[in-house]
Structures are given as C-alpha cells and as structure tokens.
C-alpha cells in the first residue's frame, strides 16, 4: 500500500478519528446492547434474517455486528433477496471489511450513512435494469466499500466547512486509490470487480474524472452504476459544508452530467424510477 504524505493510511488499524482524539471509545449502554441482541435474534429467526451467517454474527463484537446489523436493515428495506444478502454478509466477513465499515462508522457518520444510500440505490437500479442476479453480490458490496477509503481522511478535512487548498483536495481524492490499496490483497473470487469500483467510482466517460481520467470504453458497467447513484445520494445528502438538493434539483444536476458525456444516462434513467421506502 503506497504512503501518501500528511495521511494515516493504516485502514487495519487505528482510524485518523481516533489519532485525533474523537470517538475512541463511544459509550455503549447495556440497553442498547440488549435491544441490538434482540435485534439480532429476530433478524436470524426471520426469512431475509436466515440470510445472515449466524457464526459470522455471533462471533462479532458488539460495534461490529451493529455494523452488520445496519447493512442488513438498509439491504432488507431494499427489497434484496434472503440468498445475495446471505453473499453480502460472506463477501464482507471473508475480506475482513466489517471492522474497516464500523471505523468508517465512527470516524464520520455521514460517509457511512451514505455507503448505505449508495448501496440502496445500486440495489434499485439492478432490480429495474434486469441485473443478472449472479452480479448483485459483488455490485452491492462496492458500492458499500467504494468510499471505504476516507477512513485514511482526516476529519478536519471531511467536515471542513471553508474553502480547501488543493493539496487538500488531493488528499480526499486519493481515497478511492487508498481503499483500493487497504483491500487489494485480498483473494477472493469476483474481488476484483468490487476493487474496480472502489479505485474507478470517481472516473467520469468523458476523461474528466479521476484517478487516472478513464474513459467510457475502461469503465465496468458495474461502477457506472455505483457512480451514478454515488452523485446522487451525495447531492440528497446534507453535509456540513453544504445543505442538501430536493431530489427534482438534484435529478436536474444528473441532467446536465448526462449532457456533458460524464455519466451513463440509461442507469440515470433507471433510477429516476427510484421512490424511497
Ligand atoms: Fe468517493
Ligand atoms: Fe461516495
């Protein structure tokens, strides 16, 4: 995995959040504790809860099997089925990714919160484009690890509301070759799909993206689709440097990245069809 200058970039091991002092040790309270116990005892007696590997989750300390626990609710409300969900949870517990996803948690919120909106979307626009069912697993896990690497951006710089210097800048982009770096090793089969998302989500088809201005013909089909809905979650999203778009402003500015040749109007089109749970 390559340094990059003024970032932690140990995903494995202590997040920048807790470099800094923040959220080292949230408080748990034994109620909420028992409430997600419960929670989880439901989701395992239930028909989509069966999908879950009950070794997987019962072996898990308790912040990391909220964090299944929140990805299983977001996959469930989706309409995804028992079986991909059940792909999900083994995809994520073989990659050793549920420790990184609640760092990614703790150390900001709202990238998380918006993992889990990306991945709805994603969820959406598969069922309506007809997806073959043998590719959800894989899609659905990059769209829930294709930020993975703002672990490795200090929360200074996530949260900054003024104007950022460009090496700032360059610092939060580099977390899409970072989270590329923190999960290449691992050997898995179809791991290189769910690592194409993560390094390509922010390449544009017309060239103007990044991290290496890819163009229409190198990118999957499967991170057009992550990116489409990555916009546009971001945009419906609030963020502490800006409010958040109604969804027509923000469908207008999707509009205009089609226009432009940015993003793949087709997977546009499909989730326009979108309407929240
Ligand atoms: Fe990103
Ligand atoms: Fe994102």
Redesign the pocket.
């Known amino acids: 995995m390559t340094a990059r200058p003024g970032l932690v970039v140990s995903l494995s091991g202590r997040s920048e959040c807790e470099r800094l002092g923040s959220d080292v040790s949230p408080h748990v309270s034994s109620s909420r504790i028992a409430a997600d116990a419960g929670k989880a005892s439901r989701l395992l007696s239930s028909d989509a809860g069966s999908a879950v590997p009950a070794a997987n989750l019962q072996d898990m300390s308790y912040p990391d099997r909220r964090t299944s626990l929140l990805i299983h609710a977001a996959l469930t409300r989706s309409g995804c089925d028992a079986a991909t969900i059940g792909r999900v949870h083994q995809y994520l517990a073989d990659a050793g990714a549920v420790p990184m996803l609640t760092r990614l948690r703790r150390h900001c919120g709202y990238i998380f919160a918006h993992s889990l909106k990306t991945t709805k979307l994603v969820v959406h626009v598969a069922r309506d484009m007809s997806v073959d069912g043998s590719e959800h697993a894989v899609l659905f896990v990059g769209a829930l690890l294709?930020?993975i690497?703002?672990l490795a951006v200090p929360t200074s710089l996530l949260n900054a509301t003024r104007r950022l210097r460009k090496t700032e800048i360059d610092a939060i982009r580099s977390?899409?070759e970072i989270?590329y770096d923190s999960l290449s090793d691992t050997r898995i089969i179809g791991w290189n799909a769910v690592l194409d998302v993560i390094r390509h989500?922010?390449e544009r088809l017309d060239g103007s993206g990044y991290p290496f201005g890819l163009t229409a013909p190198d990118i999957s089909w499967r991170t057009r689709c992550v990116t489409v809905c990555?916009v546009f979650s971001a945009l419906i999203e609030s963020r502490p440097y800006r409010p958040a778009m109604n969804r027509d402003e923000a469908s207008a500015m999707l509009s205009q990245m089609v226009a432009a040749g940015k993003i793949d109007g087709d997977i546009v089109n499909a989730l326009r069809r979108w309407r929240p749970e």
Do not use: R
Request: avoid cysteine; glycine fraction near 20%; aromatic fraction near 0%.
């Open positions: 294709h930020d690497g703002k977390h899409s989270g989500h922010h990555d």
